[in-house]
């Protein structure tokens, strides 16, 4: 087979279309009185006609409405919606993205086991492998998840988890999602990917054989910067485990008036992603021909060393990216300052560009990372706003140190 042949989302335009329809549509149900949202159910319990009925309702907790720290309605109807939008079986929503990532993970491993994290991967996850869930016997590895043979390198007989998260949303680092899932499945070890960046628009990989995927619920589909929560979705079987243990003894679940948020948000998350796609690579293109610009780090641009396996495993691409430059992070912080739409802060997914600006490697001489999050705003506008930030700065000058010898593509 071609690469070509290989594709999973070849009819682009036709399942983008389908899932316009999946988030804006919900079927009619006359439990709802014809609401055209499915209500807020603001219920801790939910009780029953006759002992017998509520004794059955035990048999299966994640499926009947018993307790809202197990399945509330509000809650389960965005469960549904996220798990069609996916391409998932099952879906399980929680108060955070962090409290998804968690159980998942502690649902795969136990004392004496081993994971296999890609380096890059989001901060708290790492030390969740590698501090937290050390102390309870796991150990972890981190590796370089680009190449294939570091996968392979890093499994032990024991090995039962592959932690996977693609494309990394500092340096925006691809993992091979078919191979890697392969691989795994040939040891026995699980796969787990942190979908957030692409969205369950633009990657799928549950269609490419890994077992469970995981959302910052917070960033794209939420979309408004309004709530904090996750998702983990994949087979039934392997959420309703989840379902039975992490989340009804950790607790970590998402409350009704959250997912009525979020319900809202998802039903925009198509237009949203369009737009953010589009804007995000318009921006891309712009920031690469900056004079102190080194590297745009985006895998929808030609340029980025991984477009290739972008193209072949996603369908699109979100608007986070980073670019490296030469400057000092004291400059760039003040560039960042000089900012007018741009805001300075954490998290990303809503409707409002943001910045980050971080040291590129061990000493300020090194350089910086400079993250932007590209939001609803014109790209013109935002264009325009990097340039005069830019420009009071003298940053677009050559002659005051701009652009400097190192090669547009650097191996780390
Ligand atoms: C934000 C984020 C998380 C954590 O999600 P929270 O909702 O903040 O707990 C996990 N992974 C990625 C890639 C993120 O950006």
């Not at 294939?148 to 693609?166: G, Q």
């Not at 300075?344 to 490697?361: C, Y």
Request: charged share 20%; hydrophobic share 40%; net charge negative.
């Amino acid at each position: 087979m071609s690469n070509e042949d290989q594709r999973p989302h070849e009819d682009r335009e036709g399942r983008l279309e389908r899932q316009f329809t999946q988030a804006a549509h919900d079927p009619f149900d006359s439990r709802h009185h014809g609401a055209i949202h499915v209500p807020l159910y603001q219920n801790s319990l939910f009780a029953f006609e006759t002992y017998a009925a509520f004794e059955d309702a035990f048999k299966d907790l994640m499926q009947n409405h018993v307790y809202s720290r197990g399945n509330n309605p509000t809650v389960a109807a965005l469960e549904q919606k996220l798990a069609a939008l996916e391409g998932a079986e099952a879906a399980k929503c929680f108060a955070s993205g962090m409290g998804a990532i968690s159980a998942a993970v502690m649902g795969a491993v136990g004392q004496g086991d081993h994971v296999v994290c890609v380096d890059q991967a989001y901060g708290p996850t790492r030390e969740l492998l590698s501090v937290y869930l050390k102390r309870f016997g796991v150990e972890t590895t981190f590796i370089d998840g680009r190449l294939l043979d570091n996968w392979r390198e890093a499994a032990r007989p024991n090995t039962k988890l592959f932690y996977l998260e693609s494309p990394t949303t500092m340096r925006f680092e691809l993992q091979d999602l078919r191979a890697c899932a392969a691989l795994a499945r040939s040891i026995g070890a699980r796969t787990i990917i942190d979908n957030t960046w692409a969205t369950p628009m633009y990657q799928n990989p549950l269609a490419l054989g890994v077992d469970l995927v995981v959302h910052s619920i917070t960033k794209y589909i939420a979309g408004h910067s309004d709530c904090v929560g996750g998702v983990i979705m994949g087979s039934r079987e392997l959420v309703d485990a989840i379902g039975n243990q992490e989340y009804m003894l950790l607790g970590s679940i998402m409350t009704p008036q959250t997912a009525a948020l979020v319900a809202k948000g998802l039903r925009t998350l198509p237009l949203r992603m369009e737009r953010h796609e589009a804007s995000g690579l318009t921006v891309a293109e712009h920031v690469r021909s900056l004079p102190f610009v080194r590297r745009v780090n985006h895998p929808g641009l030609p340029s980025h060393p991984q477009h290739e396996l972008g193209r072949v495993q996603m369908a699109g691409y979100s608007s986070l990216f980073s670019f490296m430059t030469n400057r000092p992070p004291a400059v760039m912080k003040e560039w960042a300052n000089r900012l007018r739409y741009f805001k300075i802060g954490v998290s990303w997914g809503g409707f409002e560009s943001l910045v980050t600006v971080n040291q590129a490697g061990k000493t300020p001489e090194d350089g910086s990372i400079v993250r932007l999050y590209i939001g609803l705003e014109s790209p013109q506008d935002l264009i325009a706003d990097i340039g005069q930030a830019a420009e009071s700065l003298g940053l677009n000058d050559p002659a005051a140190g701009g652009a400097d010898e190192t090669p547009k593509h650097e191996s780390a």
